[in-house]
Protein backbone atom coordinates (compact mmCIF):
# COMPACT_ATOMS: atom_id res chain seq x y z
CA UNK A 1 0.00 0.00 0.00
CA UNK A 2 1.14 3.40 -1.09
CA UNK A 3 1.86 5.81 2.26
CA UNK A 4 -0.17 8.08 2.92
CA UNK A 5 0.12 12.07 3.65
CA UNK A 6 -0.70 11.33 7.12
CA UNK A 7 1.32 8.39 7.96
CA UNK A 8 4.20 10.80 6.44
CA UNK A 9 3.27 13.65 8.69
CA UNK A 10 3.28 11.34 11.92
CA UNK A 11 6.56 11.44 12.14
CA UNK A 12 7.79 14.82 11.88
CA UNK A 13 6.96 15.80 15.52
CA UNK A 14 9.18 13.44 16.76
CA UNK A 15 11.52 14.89 14.52
CA UNK A 16 11.47 18.17 15.71
CA UNK A 17 11.80 16.86 19.18
CA UNK A 18 14.70 15.63 18.20
CA UNK A 19 16.29 18.67 16.84
CA UNK A 20 15.03 21.10 20.01
CA UNK A 21 16.40 18.46 22.14
CA UNK A 22 20.06 19.65 20.06
CA UNK A 23 18.90 23.31 20.66
CA UNK A 24 18.58 22.73 24.47
CA UNK A 25 22.08 21.10 24.85
CA UNK A 26 23.79 24.66 23.70
CA UNK A 27 21.36 25.93 26.23
CA UNK A 28 19.38 28.20 23.38
CA UNK A 29 17.28 30.34 24.75
CA UNK A 30 13.79 29.63 25.08
CA UNK A 31 12.46 32.52 22.62
CA UNK A 32 15.15 31.38 19.70
CA UNK A 33 13.78 27.81 20.63
CA UNK A 34 9.98 28.25 20.03
CA UNK A 35 10.84 30.86 16.92
CA UNK A 36 13.03 27.57 15.71
CA UNK A 37 10.16 25.71 16.23
CA UNK A 38 7.98 27.87 14.27
CA UNK A 39 9.93 28.11 11.30
CA UNK A 40 10.89 24.14 11.13
CA UNK A 41 6.59 23.48 11.14
CA UNK A 42 5.80 26.76 9.08
CA UNK A 43 8.38 25.62 6.18
CA UNK A 44 9.00 22.27 6.30
CA UNK A 45 4.87 21.23 6.26
CA UNK A 46 2.42 21.95 3.77
CA UNK A 47 3.55 20.52 0.64
CA UNK A 48 2.59 17.46 -1.73
CA UNK A 49 5.52 15.86 0.17
CA UNK A 50 6.00 13.74 -3.08
CA UNK A 51 9.76 13.47 -2.53
CA UNK A 52 9.67 12.31 0.58
CA UNK A 53 7.06 9.47 0.92
CA UNK A 54 9.00 8.06 -2.34
CA UNK A 55 12.11 7.27 -0.19
CA UNK A 56 9.46 4.73 2.36
CA UNK A 57 7.77 3.38 -1.75
CA UNK A 58 10.76 3.02 -2.93
CA UNK A 59 12.43 1.01 0.13
CA UNK A 60 9.60 -0.79 0.41
CA UNK A 61 9.70 -2.18 -3.28
CA UNK A 62 13.76 -2.85 -3.02
CA UNK A 63 13.12 -4.92 0.36
CA UNK A 64 10.32 -6.65 -1.70
CA UNK A 65 8.04 -6.50 1.38
CA UNK A 66 6.36 -4.37 4.10
CA UNK A 67 8.55 -2.43 6.13
CA UNK A 68 8.76 -2.87 9.95
CA UNK A 69 7.66 -0.01 12.44
CA UNK A 70 11.74 0.53 12.67
CA UNK A 71 12.09 0.65 8.68
CA UNK A 72 9.33 3.04 8.44
CA UNK A 73 10.43 5.56 10.50
CA UNK A 74 14.20 5.58 9.12
CA UNK A 75 13.02 5.57 5.67
CA UNK A 76 10.16 8.24 6.75
CA UNK A 77 13.42 10.23 8.07
CA UNK A 78 15.75 10.22 5.36
CA UNK A 79 12.25 11.76 3.59
CA UNK A 80 11.98 14.09 5.60
CA UNK A 81 15.38 15.12 5.23
CA UNK A 82 14.61 15.81 1.50
CA UNK A 83 11.45 17.96 2.65
CA UNK A 84 14.33 20.28 5.04
CA UNK A 85 16.50 20.61 2.08
CA UNK A 86 13.49 21.55 0.13
CA UNK A 87 12.39 24.19 2.76
CA UNK A 88 15.47 25.54 3.00
CA UNK A 89 16.04 25.74 -1.22
CA UNK A 90 11.82 27.60 -0.84
CA UNK A 91 12.86 29.49 2.02
CA UNK A 92 16.17 31.36 0.25
CA UNK A 93 14.40 31.15 -3.14
CA UNK A 94 11.47 33.38 -2.48
CA UNK A 95 13.51 35.77 -0.75
CA UNK A 96 15.62 35.85 -4.06
CA UNK A 97 12.35 35.98 -6.13
CA UNK A 98 10.64 38.11 -4.38
CA UNK A 99 7.33 35.71 -3.91
CA UNK A 100 4.54 36.42 -1.86
CA UNK A 101 2.70 33.58 -1.22
CA UNK A 102 3.93 30.07 -0.83
CA UNK A 103 1.60 27.16 -0.33
CA UNK A 104 -0.95 29.22 0.54
CA UNK A 105 0.26 31.20 2.96
CA UNK A 106 2.70 34.41 2.90
CA UNK A 107 6.30 33.16 2.04
CA UNK A 108 8.25 33.02 5.45
CA UNK A 109 10.47 36.09 5.23
CA UNK A 110 7.00 38.34 4.94
CA UNK A 111 5.43 36.44 8.24
CA UNK A 112 4.83 38.60 10.60
CA UNK A 113 8.30 40.24 12.50
CA UNK A 114 10.22 37.64 9.88
CA UNK A 115 12.17 39.85 7.54
CA UNK A 116 15.74 38.83 6.54
CA UNK A 117 15.57 36.46 9.81
CA UNK A 118 14.32 34.50 7.03
CA UNK A 119 17.83 33.84 5.89
CA UNK A 120 19.52 32.29 9.03
CA UNK A 121 16.35 30.01 9.49
CA UNK A 122 17.01 28.77 5.79
CA UNK A 123 20.67 27.97 6.98
CA UNK A 124 18.93 26.05 9.95
CA UNK A 125 16.78 24.22 8.39
CA UNK A 126 19.66 23.07 6.27
CA UNK A 127 21.41 21.64 8.91
CA UNK A 128 18.86 20.35 10.52
CA UNK A 129 19.55 17.46 8.35
CA UNK A 130 22.81 16.72 9.31
CA UNK A 131 21.91 16.55 12.90
CA UNK A 132 19.54 14.21 12.21
CA UNK A 133 21.69 12.25 10.03
CA UNK A 134 24.16 11.69 12.77
CA UNK A 135 21.65 10.82 15.13
CA UNK A 136 20.01 8.30 13.34
CA UNK A 137 22.59 6.84 10.54
CA UNK A 138 25.76 7.33 12.15
CA UNK A 139 26.32 4.05 13.15
CA UNK A 140 26.12 2.53 9.16
CA UNK A 141 28.40 1.68 6.92
CA UNK A 142 27.08 4.11 4.80
CA UNK A 143 27.10 7.11 6.49
CA UNK A 144 29.68 8.85 4.96
CA UNK A 145 27.85 8.12 1.67
CA UNK A 146 24.50 9.85 2.42
CA UNK A 147 27.15 12.75 3.99
CA UNK A 148 28.14 13.20 0.41
CA UNK A 149 25.33 12.79 -1.38
CA UNK A 150 23.11 15.55 0.29
CA UNK A 151 26.38 17.86 0.07
CA UNK A 152 26.62 16.85 -3.71
CA UNK A 153 22.71 16.98 -4.83
CA UNK A 154 22.42 20.44 -2.51
CA UNK A 155 25.52 21.78 -4.30
CA UNK A 156 24.11 20.81 -8.04
CA UNK A 157 20.58 22.08 -7.19
CA UNK A 158 22.37 25.61 -6.11
CA UNK A 159 24.65 25.65 -9.61
CA UNK A 160 21.02 25.38 -11.08
CA UNK A 161 19.51 28.35 -9.16
CA UNK A 162 22.95 30.43 -10.21
CA UNK A 163 22.12 29.60 -14.09
CA UNK A 164 18.51 30.25 -13.66
CA UNK A 165 18.93 33.72 -12.03
CA UNK A 166 21.76 34.73 -14.45
CA UNK A 167 19.69 33.81 -17.24
CA UNK A 168 16.41 35.40 -16.51
CA UNK A 169 16.79 37.87 -13.74
CA UNK A 170 13.43 39.53 -13.43
CA UNK A 171 13.91 42.95 -14.00
CA UNK A 172 16.15 42.55 -16.96
CA UNK A 173 14.48 40.66 -20.02
CA UNK A 174 17.05 39.35 -22.41
CA UNK A 175 16.11 36.67 -24.97
CA UNK A 176 19.41 36.38 -26.42
CA UNK A 177 19.99 35.25 -23.69
CA UNK A 178 17.54 31.75 -23.39
CA UNK A 179 18.80 28.49 -25.08
CA UNK A 180 17.62 24.71 -24.54
CA UNK A 181 21.11 24.12 -23.53
CA UNK A 182 20.68 26.59 -20.38
CA UNK A 183 17.21 25.41 -20.04
CA UNK A 184 18.61 21.86 -20.21
CA UNK A 185 21.50 22.96 -17.37
CA UNK A 186 19.00 24.18 -15.54
CA UNK A 187 16.26 21.78 -15.17
CA UNK A 188 18.79 18.97 -14.62
CA UNK A 189 20.55 20.85 -11.89
CA UNK A 190 17.80 22.35 -10.39
CA UNK A 191 15.19 19.97 -10.49
CA UNK A 192 15.65 16.35 -11.89
CA UNK A 193 18.81 15.32 -9.30
CA UNK A 194 17.15 16.33 -5.66
CA UNK A 195 13.15 15.50 -6.86
CA UNK A 196 13.75 12.73 -8.38
CA UNK A 197 17.48 11.29 -8.06
CA UNK A 198 17.80 11.59 -4.27
CA UNK A 199 14.59 9.59 -3.02
CA UNK A 200 15.93 6.55 -5.07
CA UNK A 201 19.19 7.23 -3.41
CA UNK A 202 18.27 7.69 -0.13
CA UNK A 203 16.42 3.98 -0.52
CA UNK A 204 19.31 2.15 -1.97
CA UNK A 205 21.84 2.94 0.29
CA UNK A 206 19.07 2.43 2.92
CA UNK A 207 18.00 -0.93 2.20
CA UNK A 208 21.81 -1.93 0.31
CA UNK A 209 20.99 -1.57 -2.99
CA UNK A 210 23.33 0.90 -3.91
CA UNK A 211 25.97 -0.19 -5.80
CA UNK A 212 28.01 1.54 -8.49
CA UNK A 213 25.72 -0.10 -11.25
CA UNK A 214 22.16 0.52 -9.74
CA UNK A 215 23.22 4.20 -8.79
CA UNK A 216 24.58 4.54 -12.74
CA UNK A 217 21.03 2.94 -13.76
CA UNK A 218 18.68 5.29 -11.50
CA UNK A 219 21.00 8.56 -12.95
CA UNK A 220 20.36 7.44 -16.36
CA UNK A 221 16.77 7.20 -15.83
CA UNK A 222 15.96 9.61 -13.03
CA UNK A 223 17.43 12.58 -14.74
CA UNK A 224 15.98 12.17 -17.86
CA UNK A 225 12.51 11.49 -16.14
CA UNK A 226 13.18 14.94 -13.80
CA UNK A 227 14.01 16.73 -16.93
CA UNK A 228 9.83 15.35 -18.58
CA UNK A 229 8.89 16.48 -15.14
CA UNK A 230 10.36 20.24 -15.19
CA UNK A 231 8.92 20.67 -18.76
CA UNK A 232 5.64 19.24 -17.83
CA UNK A 233 5.92 21.38 -14.83
CA UNK A 234 6.28 24.75 -17.79
CA UNK A 235 3.42 23.22 -20.38
CA UNK A 236 1.08 23.41 -17.38
CA UNK A 237 2.23 26.67 -16.10
CA UNK A 238 0.49 28.45 -19.48
CA UNK A 239 -1.91 25.37 -20.36
CA UNK A 240 -3.24 23.96 -17.58
CA UNK A 241 -6.71 25.18 -15.96
CA UNK A 242 -5.57 27.06 -12.90
CA UNK A 243 -8.62 25.83 -10.60
CA UNK A 244 -6.99 22.17 -11.20
CA UNK A 245 -3.54 23.57 -11.14
CA UNK A 246 -4.41 24.94 -8.11
CA UNK A 247 -1.87 28.26 -8.49
CA UNK A 248 -1.99 30.82 -11.51
CA UNK A 249 1.03 30.42 -13.71
CA UNK A 250 3.71 33.17 -13.57
CA UNK A 251 6.27 32.20 -15.90
CA UNK A 252 5.65 34.86 -18.78
CA UNK A 253 5.49 37.56 -16.03
CA UNK A 254 8.52 36.44 -13.75
CA UNK A 255 10.49 36.07 -17.81
CA UNK A 256 10.98 32.45 -16.33
CA UNK A 257 13.76 30.50 -19.22
CA UNK A 258 10.58 28.25 -19.84
CA UNK A 259 10.32 25.36 -21.77
CA UNK A 260 7.74 27.15 -23.87
CA UNK A 261 9.31 30.55 -24.22
CA UNK A 262 12.72 28.25 -26.21
CA UNK A 263 10.51 26.20 -28.36
CA UNK A 264 8.32 29.59 -29.39
CA UNK A 265 12.18 31.08 -29.99
CA UNK A 266 13.05 28.15 -32.35
CA UNK A 267 9.97 28.72 -34.44
CA UNK A 268 9.01 31.83 -34.76
CA UNK A 269 8.67 34.10 -37.26
CA UNK A 270 10.86 37.78 -37.44
CA UNK A 271 7.13 39.22 -36.67
CA UNK A 272 6.62 37.09 -33.77
CA UNK A 273 10.03 37.03 -32.35
CA UNK A 274 9.35 40.73 -31.86
CA UNK A 275 5.63 40.12 -30.07
CA UNK A 276 7.78 38.45 -27.55
CA UNK A 277 10.31 40.57 -27.26
CA UNK A 278 7.93 43.33 -26.84
CA UNK A 279 5.81 41.33 -24.39
CA UNK A 280 7.72 38.69 -22.38
CA UNK A 281 8.90 38.95 -18.98
CA UNK A 282 6.34 42.29 -18.57
CA UNK A 283 4.57 42.64 -15.11
CA UNK A 284 1.07 43.04 -17.02
CA UNK A 285 -1.65 41.10 -18.02
CA UNK A 286 -2.11 42.23 -21.38
CA UNK A 287 1.43 41.72 -22.35
CA UNK A 288 1.19 37.87 -20.91
CA UNK A 289 -2.12 37.73 -22.87
CA UNK A 290 -0.32 38.60 -26.10
CA UNK A 291 2.62 35.79 -25.57
CA UNK A 292 -0.29 33.33 -24.70
CA UNK A 293 -1.75 33.99 -27.88
CA UNK A 294 1.12 33.73 -29.75
CA UNK A 295 2.09 30.60 -27.90
CA UNK A 296 -1.43 29.26 -28.85
CA UNK A 297 -0.53 30.29 -32.93
CA UNK A 298 2.93 27.82 -32.46
CA UNK A 299 0.74 25.12 -31.78
CA UNK A 300 2.74 24.35 -28.52
CA UNK A 301 0.64 22.49 -27.04
CA UNK A 302 0.83 20.20 -30.10
CA UNK A 303 4.16 20.34 -29.82
CA UNK A 304 4.42 19.40 -25.90
CA UNK A 305 2.29 16.66 -26.88
CA UNK A 306 4.43 15.32 -29.06
CA UNK A 307 7.37 15.48 -26.74
CA UNK A 308 5.72 14.15 -23.95
CA UNK A 309 4.91 10.80 -26.19
CA UNK A 310 8.29 10.63 -27.27
CA UNK A 311 9.99 11.12 -23.82
CA UNK A 312 7.63 8.54 -22.36
CA UNK A 313 8.32 5.93 -25.08
CA UNK A 314 12.49 6.27 -24.78
CA UNK A 315 11.99 6.11 -20.27
CA UNK A 316 9.39 2.83 -20.84
CA UNK A 317 12.51 1.38 -23.14
CA UNK A 318 14.94 2.47 -20.95
CA UNK A 319 12.96 0.76 -17.71
CA UNK A 320 12.33 -2.31 -19.86
CA UNK A 321 16.32 -2.68 -20.32
CA UNK A 322 16.99 -2.15 -16.40
CA UNK A 323 19.74 -5.11 -14.86
CA UNK A 324 18.07 -6.33 -11.94
CA UNK A 325 20.89 -8.86 -11.04
CA UNK A 326 22.23 -6.47 -8.38
CA UNK A 327 19.04 -6.16 -6.88
CA UNK A 328 17.36 -3.51 -8.40
CA UNK A 329 13.49 -3.54 -8.77
CA UNK A 330 12.24 -1.94 -12.31
CA UNK A 331 8.91 -0.90 -9.96
CA UNK A 332 10.65 1.70 -8.30
CA UNK A 333 11.04 3.44 -12.17
CA UNK A 334 7.47 2.26 -13.29
CA UNK A 335 5.89 3.91 -9.75
CA UNK A 336 8.27 7.29 -10.39
CA UNK A 337 6.47 7.41 -13.80
CA UNK A 338 3.10 6.37 -13.30
CA UNK A 339 2.78 9.26 -10.90
CA UNK A 340 3.38 11.95 -13.38
CA UNK A 341 2.26 10.47 -16.89
CA UNK A 342 -0.44 12.96 -17.93
CA UNK A 343 -0.36 14.44 -14.32
CA UNK A 344 -2.69 17.34 -14.84
CA UNK A 345 -0.97 19.19 -11.26
Known amino acids: MPVSRQQFEAVFPRLVDDIKEHCVKYKLPEQAL???EKS????????KYNRGISVIDSTRILLGRDLSED???KAATL???IELLQAFFLVSDDIMDSSKTRRGQPCWYLAPNVGMVAI???FMLETSIYMLLRKYFRQEKYYVDLLELFHDVSFQTELGQLCDLLTAPEDHVDLDNFSMEKYTFIVIYKTAYYSFYLPVALAMYFSGHATPKNLQQAEDILIPMGEYFQVQDDYLDNFADSSVLGKIGTDIQDNKCSWLVNQALKK???????????NYGRKDRKCEARVKTLFAELELE???KEYEERRVTELREKISQIDESDGMRKEVYEEFLRKIYKRSK
Request: aromatic share 20%; proline share 0%.
Open 71 to 73: DFF
Open 302 to 304: KVY
Open 79 to 81: GWM
Open 34 to 36: QWF
Open 268 to 278: CSKEQRQVLEE
Open 40 to 47: LNYNTLGG
Open 120 to 122: NDA
